[in-house]
């Protein structure tokens, strides 16, 4: 919005605000008093509840095996799962005060709304392996947001297991290209949070478990390839030293 509308960050703000008639909270949008205990607990119930449905939903099953990676190896491995808009039917009335706080759902006009509803959701874990983020996409061809988090700071790496088994990691824009990878095979691939996405966390974990090699797997576009440069300049100044960035054929704009 700051770039087509060309307006400083809370001007957009704004503008997102009256646009889509969000109330405005008292919470902090860049953080919650959910202690990390809850959250994972939280996380770790919605994310059963979500891989659940996903498994009874055909349309999102569908979408999955449309997108390349919807065998049952990488469904069950990733937990991924599916946002029917039941959730607010199975919450007490605070583990939905708890998720509010976390951007799980949202009230709007005083009505309660599920903030991945029609959303595959990939959930994303720390080095320990609990859930602590989730990533929402919407399946819906006339989604107005496509991409969706929770509130707050990324946190966790997706796919973290992979830096403590492989020596050369694979860093996609996406989540979907990530496992598109993974299907094909390379299992030491993970992803940043969008073109921007690129977190201490990943820093972090490629540091404790002396990664050796990063391929940066960006899209193939002006702000993919900005990125990119920008990513191996920062691991270089990291002493990450053996970084590559994989050019895409022409024509092709993603990994998936």
């Not at 540091?207 to 002006?222: F, G, K």
Request: include cysteine.
């Amino acid at each position: 919005v700051m770039k087509r509308q060309n307006l400083d960050f809370k001007s957009a703000l704004e503008y997102l605000t009256k646009t889509f008639n969000v109330e405005k909270s008292t919470t902090n949008l860049s953080s919650t008093d959910v202690d990390a205990s809850t959250r994972v607990k939280l996380l770790t119930r919605l994310v059963e509840i979500y891989h659940k449905d996903l498994l009874e939903t055909k349309e999102a099953l569908e979408y999955l095996k449309h997108r390349g990676i919807g065998s049952v190896e990488i469904i069950n491995t990733f937990k991924l799962g599916y946002a029917k808009g039941r959730l607010l039917e199975l919450l007490s009335n605070d583990e939905r005060i708890a998720l509010e706080k976390l951007g799980v759902v949202s009230k709007v006009k005083g009505k309660y709304y599920e903030t991945f509803k029609g959303c595959i959701v990939f959930p994303v874990t720390d080095s320990e392996g609990n859930i602590v983020e989730i990533y929402g996409r919407a399946i819906a061809d006339g989604a107005k947001v496509k991409h969706r988090y929770l509130k707050g700071k990324h946190e966790g790496v997706f796919n973290s297991k992979a830096f403590k088994v492989y020596e050369s990691i694979i860093i996609t824009e996406s989540i979907i290209d990530a496992l598109s990878f993974y299907a094909l095979g390379f299992k030491n691939v993970s992803a940043s949070f969008g073109v921007q996405g690129f977190t201490d966390n990943h820093l972090r974990l490629m540091e404790e478990n002396n990664t050796r090699e990063v391929i940066i797997a960006y899209d193939n576009d002006e702000a993919g390839r900005l990125a990119s440069s920008k990513l191996k300049d920062r691991l270089k100044e990291a002493g990450f030293i053996n970084t590559k960035i994989l050019t895409l054929p022409e024509g092709i704009k993603d990994v998936n």
